[in-house]
C-alpha cells in the first residue's frame, strides 16, 4: 500500500531516524534527513535521499533549532515532518507551526498534545473519561504550604511530581512532612531548570508498583489498543529493560485497563501513536492512570513483535489522511518479547559515560532477533546525545523462550566499545526476574548488591580507541 505522502523530513537522529527513514521508504515517500555538525557521517544521513545540516553538535542549535528545522523542510518541499522521540516531539508549538507552515506534522495536533503533555491536564482528562488516576492533589500546588495540605489529606508518603517533562526530572518521593518541606523547592528547580516549568502535583506513591504503559493509534476519530508493556525495570526512573505482554497482569485486568487507554485517546480526539503510562498495584489489582507520551515510545518494536503491526508505517498512513484501517478484533497477542537498551555506559562502573569509535561489530541474528541501531564499523559515538547505541529486541513463543533468546542474542554480540550488554546478561540469568517478581524499585538495590559480577560480566573484547566522555547530554 502507497501513501498519500510523498516527502518525509525526520526531524531526528539516530536509530529512531534510521527507523523511520526505512518505513517511509518501503511506502515510497521520498526521506530527507536533518543532521548537526556532529552527526554528518551519521547512518540516517547516508540511508535518506537527502540531508540538511542544520547547526552545531549542541542540540538547542540544531535538533532543538525550530526555524532551522522548518527552513530545511521549506528548502527541500518536505510535504510532512516527522518527530521521532524526544527533541521536539511532544512540542506543541512545533506541530502549530508545521501545520501553519502547510506541512503535516506526523503526530497528535497542537491541542491534543498540550492536553496530554502535560501532567496536570492529562490526568484531568483521564478523570473526565472515567479512566482512574493516582490519589492526589486537586490540580497544581503553588507553594509549600499548599504542598502540606494536600499531603497530609492524601496521607503519605506522597510524590511530587513536575507537571512538565519528563525522564526522572522534577520528581522526589517524601516518606514525611520534614521530607516534603526539604524535596518541595528542589523539585520545583528541577523542573524550572529542565523544562522552563516549575509547576507541581503531589500523587500518592505505591511503594512496589509496577509499571505498565498502553500503546494506541487514533486517526482522530477511532482509537485501537495494541495491548500493553511491562517497563517496571528501571534505573533512576529510566527504563532499562520492557517486555511485552506484561508478564504480571490476569486477563480481565488487561482488558479493563487497555480498553481504558481507548476511552481516553478518544475522548481527547487523539491522532497517530501514542502510548498512556499506569502504575498497577498487583497486591491490590487496582491500575491508575499516570501520564501520556504523545509520540512513538523507544519501546514499540515489542509491541510490533507481538502484533504484527508496523506502527511506524501506520503512522504515516494516519498523518497522510487514511483512516484507522485496524479494528480492535485484528489486533491480537503472539508469543512474548523483551527489548535492551544497548548504553554507552559501563554498568560496572555506576553506568558512567563511555564514547568512542566502532571497530569491532557483529549483531546477533537469526529467529526473533531485531536490532535498531545507527552503529556502523567506523562509525564515532559522540558524547553530545543520548547514550543509547541500540535497541536488541527478541520475540518467541513464551517469555521463558524470549528470556534464553535474549541470552543468546547478548552472547552473539561483538562489540568494541563498552555497554550495557552485561547488565542485561546478568538479569537475564536472574531468578527473580526470570519469575517477573519485580517492581520499580527493584532494580537499584539489585545493582548496588550485584555490581561486582556485573564487573565479572563484562565482554572479553577490550574496549578499543575509547574515550570517557564527562557531562554527556542526553
Partial sequence: MGSPLKSLLIANRGEIAVRVIRA??????????????????SLHVKLADEAVHIGPHQAAKSYLNMDAILAAAKATGAQAIHPGYGFLSENANFADAVRAASMVFV?????AIRSMGDKASARQAAMNAGVPVVPGSDGLVDDLEAAKREAARIGYPVMIKATAGGGGRGIRVCADEAALVQQFPMAQAEAQAAFGN???????????????EVQILGDGQRAVHLFERECSLQR???KVWEEAPSPSLQEATRQALCQSAVRLAEAVGYSGAGTLEYLYDDSTGEFFFIEMNTRIQVEHPITEAITGVDLIREMLLIAGGKPLRLAQSDISIRGAAIEVRLNAEDPAKNFFPKVGRVEELVWPAGPGVRID???????????YYDSMLAKLIVHAEDRPAAIARLSRALDELKLNLTTTASLHAALAQDEQV??????????EPWLAENGAKLAQAAPAIAPAATTTAQGAAA
Avoid: C
Avoid at 515517500?29 to 543532521?35: D, E, N, P, Q
Fill in 373 to 383: 541501531s545507527m552503529l556502523y564499523p567506523g562509525y564515532d559515538v559522540s558524547p
Fill in 107 to 111: 503526530g497528535p495536533s497542537g491541542d
Fill in 198 to 212: 516549575g509547576a507541581a502535583y503531589l500523587e500518592r506513591f505505591i511503594a512496589r508498583a509496577r509499571h505498565i
Fill in 236 to 238: 533512576r526512573r529510566q
Fill in 434 to 443: 526470570r519469575r517477573a517478581d519485580y517492581h520499580t524499585g527493584w532494580l
Fill in 24 to 41: 517511509a521508504r518501503e511506502l515510497g515517500i521520498r526521506t530527507i534527513a536533518v543532521h548537526s555538525e556532529a552527526d554528518k557521517n
